[in-house]
């Protein structure tokens, strides 16, 4: 839990309910720099080390959530599959805040509108924490990982491949 007289946000309010423990980060923001490289290279963390939070929309099973390290991109295939989906796709930018009740550069897996089916990058199970949205742009918080895939009922799955290896993959909403 997060000590000391810090304006909390609903996903640091939702950890504190459920005691875990996390370690809020704050730093400078821009509307031309909202992703999560970005993020990481203000915070002075490895890129591997921020997690972003994309939204996407499957046939059968509607919006899917992937939670994948800033440093790469979601692969739809592989996501479709861990999902029970035959296809998925980004979800509208337009349809972000409606969804999800975030906006682009402040979506977090905890504290969504609904609990959607969650998948965090398998990588990310053998870390001892992660950096993901607080809800908020310019503010992330430090977690394990086990505690945040309790917390949103989430699956760990190979779901994102390196940036620019040729695979169909996109990440328009960068958190």
């Known amino acids: 839990m997060s000590k000391g ?3 909390k946000t609903n996903v640091m309010r939702m950890l504190d309910q459920r005691k875990i423990h996390y370690e809020m980060t704050e730093f400078p923001w ?8 970005t993020a990481a290279e203000k915070l002075g963390v490895l890129a591997e080390e921020v997690y972003k939070t994309l939204v996407t929309i499957g046939k059968q099973t509607g919006p899917v959530v992937a939670v994948i390290p800033a440093n790469q991109e979601v ?6 599959k861990a999902s029970g989906n035959k296809k998925i796709e980004m979800l509208h930018m337009k349809d972000l805040e409606q969804t999800t009740g975030y906006i682009r550069g402040g979506c977090s897996p905890v504290g969504m509108k609904k609990l959607y089916p969650t998948f965090i990058g398998k990588e990310a199970e053998e870390m ?11 503010r992330q918080i430090k977690v394990a990982p086990l505690d945040l895939a309790k917390m949103v009922r989430a699956s760990f799955a190979e779901i994102s491949i390196e940036k620019d290896s040729g695979a ?8």
């Not at 169909?168 to 958190?175: A, F, L, V, Y």
């Open 128 to 138: 001892s924490a992660i950096y993901v949205s607080a809800g908020q742009r310019g």
């Open 168 to 175: 169909r993959g996109t990440n328009p909403q960068n958190s």
């Open 5 to 7: 007289n810090v304006h």
């Open 75 to 80: 692969d739809l295939k592989k996501l479709a």
């Open 30 to 37: 821009s509307e031309d720099h909202l992703d999560a490289e």
